[in-house]
């Protein structure tokens, strides 16, 4: 039987480890895990290491008083991620063969789809300015402009959004040399793609699925994968920037997994005060989220 894994992710300093404390002592029931994904310093080490119990989960039959069932930390380099976290994990299931392991990490993207995780929290801060988690109209169109150079040829095999004949080699192909480039260097080559096909393509599920992720800074692209975002008002902000930051989020939300089987759930307070309504609402989500855990 394969482990039960959770990813809880998202920026520093938001209180991932807090959250992942919080449903090991309030909301399992069962032996819990723990993995903490670090980028290897170095460049190229890759390994688990097996960690001193870590302070957080309070007394219960089956998990120690004085932490984790188990603590290991993964090193990992992009290039070898999706071998070395299956081993971590085989690592957890040597020690408890029906184990849940909660799998913390930073805003990597490579982590998102490093695993087939059956759960996933995404937990930030409270944002101190609006442009700290969406981009700028103008940063988000050269970022758009870039996805679609990216996947104009893969569009057009694919999905037919793009004329195929504007994506040959030597026809539609325009080269030039940034400014900011040396001289010496090769000159960049861009794709000419009219208007037309622009709007053609953010007709379609996937433009539409793009232009919606594109608004975010990329290290809050993940909590479009999310089953519960948590924004810990605990932590930094202001209810002005707060207010406006939800409102885009709700919106955003909605968009992007209205055609998906599981919907990211939003909630915001502060996640240290037990008086806070939404600690109460955030323990019984995670209850039902985790009630048919494999």
């Known amino acids: 039987m394969p482990v039960c894994t959770m990813l809880i992710s998202g920026p520093p300093g938001g209180g991932k480890t807090t959250v992942a404390c919080l449903?090991?002592?309030?909301?399992?029931?069962?032996?819990?895990?723990?993995?903490?994904?670090?980028p290897a310093v170095d460049g190229?080490?890759?390994?688990?290491?097996?960690?001193?119990?870590?302070?957080?989960?309070?007394?219960?039959?089956?998990?120690?008083?004085?932490?984790?069932?188990?603590?290991?930390?993964?090193?990992?380099?992009?290039?070898?991620?999706?071998?070395?976290?299956p081993e971590g994990l085989r690592a957890v299931r040597a020690i408890d063969r029906c184990a849940f392991a909660i799998i913390e990490a930073d805003g990597d993207p490579a982590l998102r789809h490093a695993y087939p995780y059956d759960f996933r929290v995404f937990v930030m801060p409270a944002p101190a300015t609006v442009p700290s988690v969406f981009r700028t109209l103008q940063a988000a169109a050269v970022a758009l402009h870039q996805v679609?150079?990216?996947?104009?040829?893969?569009?057009?095999?694919?999905?037919?959004?793009?004329?195929?004949?504007?994506?040959?080699?030597?026809i539609g192909v325009h080269h030039y040399k940034p400014a900011t480039r040396q001289a010496r260097e090769p000159p960049v080559e861009q794709l000419d793609i009219a208007e037309s096909q622009i709007r053609h393509f953010l007709g379609s599920p996937l433009g539409a699925e793009i232009a919606s992720r594109i608004q975010l800074q990329p290290?809050?692209?993940?909590?479009?994968?999310?089953?519960?975002?948590?924004?810990?008002?605990?932590?930094?902000?202001?209810?002005?920037?707060l207010d406006?930051?939800?409102?885009?989020?709700?919106?955003?939300l909605s968009r992007v997994r209205q055609e998906t089987r599981r919907h990211s759930v939003l909630y915001w307070g502060d996640i240290?005060?037990?008086?806070?309504?939404?600690?109460a609402k955030l323990l019984r989500r995670l209850r039902t989220l985790l009630a048919g855990e494999p």
């Open 272 to 279: 240290l005060n037990t008086r806070d309504p939404t600690y």
């Open 244 to 252: 406006d930051c939800v409102k885009r989020l709700e919106k955003l």
């Open 44 to 85: 190229h080490t890759n390994a688990v290491l097996a960690a001193e119990p870590a302070a957080g989960v309070g007394p219960r039959p089956g998990v120690p008083a004085q932490g984790w069932a188990s603590a290991h930390t993964v090193c990992y380099t992009p290039e070898r991620l999706f071998e070395i976290l």
């Open 219 to 241: 290290e809050y692209h993940a909590l479009v994968e999310a089953d519960i975002v948590l924004i810990n008002t605990g932590v930094g902000g202001c209810d002005e920037t």
């Open 23 to 38: 449903i090991g002592d309030k909301v399992l029931e069962r032996r819990v895990h723990h993995l903490r994904m670090r």
């Open 148 to 170: 679609l150079q990216d996947t104009a040829a893969f569009a057009s095999e694919i999905f037919g959004l793009f004329d195929a004949a504007g994506l040959d080699d030597t």
